[in-house]
């Protein structure tokens, strides 16, 4: 089946500078890759998304990419701020038409001021 | 619309005893998957029903059990509680149509602590 694997486990970062959560998958038929981040205490909240025939998508300072060559896909935070601090998580969707998410393991992420 | 939501949002039981947890999804949504969250094992899917059918299921023993109800809402059950059930446990939904939006919303999760 499939595996997500997510590196780093936890990065630290200056407010301002760059951070980038990086996801390996093993299922070559995934097409679905969503990233959510959950705060202390509350539930995974979606904060971007890409599908398989897509290389890029961009939210304000958020953005994804994906290799499908590579089956890798990364998460990029710009110009962090202190509330970015939270658990970052990646997801694989397998296309077999069921929703079943496969998570990676999380990233801490710690933004300080 | 209103969000996902999930009663109780709490629970404290006894191993050896049985519990129901529910899920009700975002208007719309047919589609609902349960997921359970624990520091060491992370998010580990258990399974989704969609039109009251379950359609996917995780490598979870048969002490966790689903349903589906005709208004989409859905509920978990967890027999013969042991203390490694003590998670949070998150529903999620989506669309789950032939629309392909694959995007899936959590409730706010049950906290279940088994003593």
Same mark, same amino acid.
Not at chain 1, 58 to 69: E, W
Not at chain 1, 74 to 103: M, N, W
């Given at each position: 089946g499939e595996n997500v694997e997510q590196h780093p486990s936890t990065l630290s970062v200056q407010e301002g500078d760059s951070a980038v959560i990086k996801?390996?998958? =093993?299922?070559?038929?995934?097409?679905?890759? #969503?990233?959510?981040?959950?705060?202390?205490g509350k539930r995974p909240q979606l904060i971007i998304d890409i599908r398989s025939n897509v290389g890029e998508?961009?939210?304000?300072?958020?953005?994804?990419?994906?290799?499908?060559?590579?089956?890798?896909? =990364?998460?990029?935070?710009?110009?962090?701020? #202190?509330?970015?601090s939270a658990v970052y998580f990646?997801?694989?969707?397998?296309?077999?038409?069921?929703q079943k998410l496969v998570f990676g393991t999380g990233t801490r992420l710690l933004v300080s001021p | 619309k209103a969000g996902v939501t999930q009663t109780p949002r709490y629970l404290i039981k006894t191993r050896g005893q049985?519990?129901?947890?529910?899920?009700?999804?975002?208007?719309?949504?047919?589609?609902?998957?349960?997921?359970?969250q624990t520091p060491g094992q992370g998010l580990q899917f258990?399974?989704?029903?969609?039109?009251?059918?379950?359609?996917?299921?995780?490598?979870?023993p048969g002490r966790f059990s689903g349903r589906q109800f005709s208004n989409s809402r859905s509920e978990m059950n967890v027999s013969t509680l042991e203390l490694g059930d003590?998670?949070?446990?998150?529903?999620?939904?989506?669309?789950?149509?032939?629309?392909?939006?694959?995007?899936?919303?959590?409730?706010?999760?049950?906290r279940l602590t088994v003593t």
């Amino acid at each position: 089946g499939e595996n997500v694997e997510q590196h780093p486990s936890t990065l630290s970062v200056q407010e301002g500078d760059s951070a980038v959560i990086k996801c390996t998958y =093993s299922d070559s038929a995934s097409n679905y890759f #969503p990233w959510y981040k959950q705060e202390l205490g509350k539930r995974p909240q979606l904060i971007i998304d890409i599908r398989s025939n897509v290389g890029e998508k961009k939210d304000q300072r958020i953005a994804v990419t994906l290799n499908k060559t590579a089956k890798h896909f =990364s998460l990029h935070i710009t110009e962090t701020q #202190p509330e970015d601090s939270a658990v970052y998580f990646c997801a694989a969707r397998g296309d077999t038409g069921f929703q079943k998410l496969v998570f990676g393991t999380g990233t801490r992420l710690l933004v300080s001021p | 619309k209103a969000g996902v939501t999930q009663t109780p949002r709490y629970l404290i039981k006894t191993r050896g005893q049985q519990v129901t947890l529910s899920c009700s999804p975002i208007s719309g949504h047919r589609s609902v998957s349960w997921y359970q969250q624990t520091p060491g094992q992370g998010l580990q899917f258990l399974f989704e029903y969609f039109s009251e059918t379950q359609r996917n299921k995780g490598n979870f023993p048969g002490r966790f059990s689903g349903r589906q109800f005709s208004n989409s809402r859905s509920e978990m059950n967890v027999s013969t509680l042991e203390l490694g059930d003590s998670a949070l446990y998150l529903c999620a939904t989506y669309d789950g149509g032939d629309r392909r939006i694959y995007e899936q919303y959590f409730g706010p999760g049950t906290r279940l602590t088994v003593t």
